[in-house]
């Protein structure tokens, strides 16, 4: 069984900040990349960022310069550092995660159960 379980939503006033935290647990034999994804009242869920592995990083054009992705390959973490947040930043936050849990096993998608972000104007 593996699990991703997010933390540090909340809500936050227009310019202010945010750090979402997603560790995954369980059977993994190793993860590949990992990232953040959103989706808003009446939208598609939309891809924020992603990091690989080795720290290579993706970003959405709507939150780069204000949002960066670190992980901890040790802690099998994620982190998302959001700042200068605007309105329309306001989401469901999901972690996602590529891994294998065994090595003989392929790579499988997990998502972890998401976390409010609000942001008032």
């Known amino acids: 069984q593996v699990q991703l379980v997010e933390s540090g939503g909340g809500l936050v006033q227009a310019g202010g900040s945010l750090r979402l935290s997603c560790a995954a647990s369980g059977s993994i034999y190793n993860i590949g990349v990992m990232g953040w994804y959103r989706q808003a009242p009446g939208k598609q869920r939309e891809l924020v960022a992603i990091i690989s592995n080795g720290g290579t990083t993706t970003y959405a054009d709507s939150v780069k310069g204000r949002f960066t992705i670190a992980r901890d390959n040790a802690k099998n973490t994620v982190y998302l550092q959001m700042n200068s947040l605007r309105p329309e930043d306001a989401a469901v936050y999901y972690c996602?995660?590529?891994?294998?849990?065994?090595?003989?096993?392929?790579?499988?998608?997990?998502w972890g159960q998401g976390t409010q972000v609000t942001v008032s104007s």
């Open positions: 996602k995660a590529n891994l294998r849990i065994r090595s003989t096993t392929g790579w499988s998608d997990y």
